[in-house]
């Protein structure tokens, strides 16, 4: 994949920004601590498309922020983003803690969302927890700086061919070694997702939104993508089989002809649903919710 990167201020931080390629364009948003080039392998599955992706403060070549930047004002940033290269309107694909920020943009900033691709991700408080294991690996970033540790919690954090593949987990450990997150940008991320929640406004994300999560995920049980499926008025749910938290990086190919088959096709109506059922829906999905989830902090399932 093929980059040219540039900087932006934005609200008092140095913003890692890139594009490559040609095409409608695509903005990518990371998992929680991950930088840009660990998007290199799904990126490439993607020729006919300009491809937008940028470091979230505290990643990557970003710079350091001093307080949490909550999901909201990183909402901000990717418009911001947008505006330095000129994009009006995009397809946007968040994943895990880019997830959130994804949602977030779809509601706050509608008219720069064309469709929306929400991949492993959780909608914060209110979401059914993972397990205590992968939710206890997740509060450090070690996994980022030793091989060691990564693949003693690799099975327990990402599931899927990350558990059971060699392969896989040298491939992710290398590119989670380029650029990692300092301790301080990572905690901070954590932080800036605490309390968030899109339960409140689900409903009002009226983007085609595809909802694609692997079926053997501990860190974000298939449970919570069904809630989102629910939830969004035009949102249809893939399930992929034997898949887990890295899906999109497990098997780049595989993952991104299921998504470019939605974002690249043509409105489905069998999605769009009548107000009236849409309003009885959302009051189930939140009923749900209270009767039978663990309402957790959503710093605990980000990637």
């Known amino acids: 994949m093929t980059t040219d990167p540039d900087f932006i201020r934005w609200d008092?931080?140095?913003?890692?920004?890139?594009?490559?390629?040609?095409?409608?364009?695509?903005?990518?948003?990371?998992?929680?601590?991950?930088?840009?080039?660990?998007?290199?392998?799904?990126?490439?599955?993607?020729?006919?498309?300009?491809?937008?992706?940028?470091?979230?403060?505290?990643?990557?070549?970003?710079?350091?922020?001093?307080?949490?930047?909550?999901?909201p004002a990183l909402a901000r940033l990717a418009t911001a983003v947008l505006d330095h290269f000129g994009i009006d309107q995009a397809d946007v694909l968040g994943v895990s803690y880019g997830g959130a920020v994804a949602q977030q943009l779809a509601c706050d900033h509608a008219d720069r969302v064309r469709k929306l691709v929400l991949a492993a991700a959780t909608c914060g408080v209110g979401a059914i927890a993972g397990s205590f294991s992968a939710m206890r690996a997740l509060s450090t970033p070690l996994r980022f700086y030793s091989r060691d540790y990564f693949d003693s919690v690799a099975a327990i954090l990402y599931g899927g061919a990350t558990a059971r593949d060699e392969g896989a987990r040298a491939r992710d450990a290398a590119a989670r070694s380029r650029n990692p997150p300092s301790p301080y940008g990572y905690a901070m991320q954590l932080m800036g997702a605490s309390g968030w929640s899109s339960l409140p406004f689900l409903e009002r994300i009226r983007h085609e939104t595809l909802v694609i999560c692997g079926d053997d995920d501990p860190l974000v049980p298939v449970a919570n993508a069904q809630l989102l499926a629910r939830c969004i008025p035009r949102a249809r749910l893939e399930i992929v089989e034997r898949a887990g938290h890295l899906f999109l990086w497990d098997d780049p190919a595989n993952a991104a002809a299921r998504i470019r088959l939605f974002v690249d096709g043509h409105p489905d109506d069998k999605y769009r649903r009548s107000s009236s059922p849409k309003r009885r829906e959302a009051l189930r999905c939140h009923a749900d919710v209270a009767a039978h989830s663990q309402p957790v902090s959503y710093p605990r399932h980000l990637n």
């Open 12 to 71: 008092g931080h140095r913003i890692r920004v890139m594009q490559a390629g040609d095409g409608y364009p695509l903005l990518l948003m990371a998992g929680l601590g991950c930088s840009s080039e660990m998007w290199a392998p799904f990126a490439e599955q993607f020729p006919g498309r300009r491809l937008i992706i940028y470091d979230a403060p505290g990643t990557g070549c970003s710079s350091i922020p001093l307080y949490p930047v909550s999901v």
